[in-house]
């Protein structure tokens, strides 16, 4: 039997080179998204993948979205959390709901996931978790104190988490995305993006194909001693 895979925001950018990445390999996948209803039609139409739409700050959501998923597709082995939004701005200018908003997406969506798939994966004793952090949430950035702390937790969620799932076979890891060629990067003034890639050792943005080829890497079921890790795929621009 196929291996099932959720994938959040899988219909776009990083996400649909995930979906893309994980059907090519033979999983049955199911792409969450948030809004973009016309988005996501077109792609079920060109990829065949279907899409589920729900928000994953909601916690009863992300419950009724999983079992829609798991009635339709069966039990799911593999979640990526990768819906994440941004809404950016200096502290002194930054409203209590673009903090919020980021926060309960971006970190709340991880655990609201999380918490829908878990017991199954334990009761079946596999599965694999991969949310994808940010170089943002490793080094900060000017104008991201939400996105930063949203992305930093989400590393800090993924080694505590690790460690209540090893026993089941459930590995729980993190990629950390340097700047990746998508909308969310589209939206960065052209001059502030001319500086940062000057910052990137390899003089280029990354492919979303380079982060689902990371993904793929960690839910494989020969990467059971791979948990609790954070792989850093950004050109070289943030090490350690
Ligand atoms: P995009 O903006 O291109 O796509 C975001 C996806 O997330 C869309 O499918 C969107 O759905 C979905 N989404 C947004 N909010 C919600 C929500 N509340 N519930 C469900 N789905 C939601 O993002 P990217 O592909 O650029 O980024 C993907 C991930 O990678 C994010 O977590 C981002 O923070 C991270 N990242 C990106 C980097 C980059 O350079 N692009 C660098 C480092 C990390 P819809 O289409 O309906 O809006």
């Avoid at 990829?47 to 009863?60: L, M, Q, R």
């Avoid at 991969?130 to 937790?153: R, T």
């Avoid at 800090?156 to 700047?179: C, D, H, M, S, W």
Wanted: aromatic share 8%; with cysteine.
């Amino acid at each position: 039997m196929a291996r099932v895979a959720i994938v959040t925001g899988g219909t776009r950018g990083i996400g649909e080179a995930i979906s893309l990445a994980l059907r090519d390999a033979g999983y049955t996948v199911a792409a969450n998204y948030g809004g973009d209803d016309a988005k996501a039609a077109e792609f079920t139409k060109r990829t065949g993948i279907a899409a589920y739409k729900w928000n994953v700050a909601d916690f009863a959501a992300c419950q009724a979205g999983v079992a829609k998923v798991e009635a339709d597709l069966g039990p799911v082995d593999v979640l990526v959390n990768n819906a994440g939004i941004t809404r950016d701005g200096v502290l002194m200018k930054m409203t209590y709901e673009q903090w919020k908003e980021v926060i309960d997406v971006n970190l709340g969506g991880c655990f609201n996931m999380a918490k829908a798939v878990f017991p199954g994966m334990r009761d079946r004793k596999f599965g694999r978790i991969v949310s994808i952090g940010s170089i943002n949430g490793q080094g900060g950035q000017y104008g991201q104190v939400n996105y930063a702390a949203a992305k930093s937790g989400i590393h800090g969620f993924t080694k505590a988490l690790a460690q209540e799932g090893a026993r089941a076979g459930i590995t729980v890891n993190a990629i950390a995305p340097g700047y990746i060629d998508t909308d969310m990067v589209a939206a960065v003034p052209a001059d502030v993006l001319e500086k940062i890639v000057a910052k990137i050792p390899v003089g280029r943005l990354g492919k979303a194909s380079e982060i689902a080829r990371g993904v793929m890497f960690l839910v494989g079921d020969d990467a059971g001693f791979v948990t609790g890790s954070t792989m850093s795929i950004n050109g070289g621009q943030h090490m350690y």
